[in-house]
């Protein structure tokens, strides 16, 4: 399998960064790791090599980016409004500094989303806000309301992203119509923490009229990585 490491002083937020890409040529997917997860993450928890079959038959490349979480939603020593705006800073690097990176790499001009548990918020929040750029979100055991983050602190650049905020409440068609395109996966275990949230979800997006697919993995499934390799197997 072919294993490529990036390393460069992003701009944006002001540090190096890393990025590790998986795989030759395939369906492009920019993958967010868990709650302050490195980008070794997936690698390290066993994701990869769950979908190494399609990596390197060429179906599917990978990149993993850090994350900057611990600078953002738990970063407790700053301003609510300013772990906001530090997020908002992480969104710009992906938006200008990584994708133009994935589409030179892979030559694809939409790209796949997917993250797991807070990296699933990631992924389904950066495809909502640019749906120009992501054609497919796979959202694993995903958490989507971050006012647990915000220690009541409420302004317009936290609303835009919470999607349990803004959802309700977009009427654009440029919006809708691309998020009736996308593909929407909420996946997750019938005894996840994050179950709640994904039905809460799914009647969010019913509600707009937007297609998706709800997926509850029974059986006792908890939040946690040999289920998200499974389903990564089958998403992908």
């Known amino acids: 399998m072919r294993r490529d490491y990036h390393n460069w002083y992003s701009t944006r937020l002001g540090h190096n960064m890393e990025m590790l890409v998986h795989g030759h040529a395939g369906t492009p997917v920019l993958v967010f790791p868990s709650s302050r997860g490195k980008f070794f993450e997936y690698e ?42 530090r997020h908002i800073a992480f969104e710009n690097y992906i938006l200008y500094e990584v994708i133009p990176l994935i589409k030179g790499v892979n030559g694809a001009q939409q790209i796949t989303t997917t ?6 918020y990631h992924a389904f929040n950066f495809a909502l806000r640019h749906p120009d750029v992501v054609w497919a979100c796979i959202a694993m055991s995903g958490s989507f309301d971050m006012r647990s983050f915000m220690n009541g602190y409420y302004d ?27 593909k929407i996966v909420l996946a997750a275990g019938d005894w996840d923490i994050c179950l709640g949230d994904n039905f809460n979800m799914a009647h969010l997006l019913g509600s707009k009229g937007i297609p998706h697919w709800l997926d509850v993995w029974t059986g006792g499934e908890r939040h946690d990585w040999p289920l998200w390799q499974r389903m990564a197997v089958k998403f992908f």
């Open 44 to 85: 390290n928890t066993g994701m990869v090599h769950a979908v190494s079959g399609k990596i390197d038959a060429g179906q599917l490349q990978l990149f993993c980016v850090d994350s900057i979480d611990g600078e953002s939603w738990y970063n407790r020593s700053i301003h609510p409004h300013d772990r906001v705006m």
């Open 115 to 120: 993250g797991c548990s807070l990296g699933a």
């Open 156 to 182: 317009q650049d936290f609303y835009f992203n919470n999607p349990v905020d803004y959802i309700p409440n977009i009427n654009d068609p440029w919006f809708l119509d691309r998020y009736r395109q996308m």
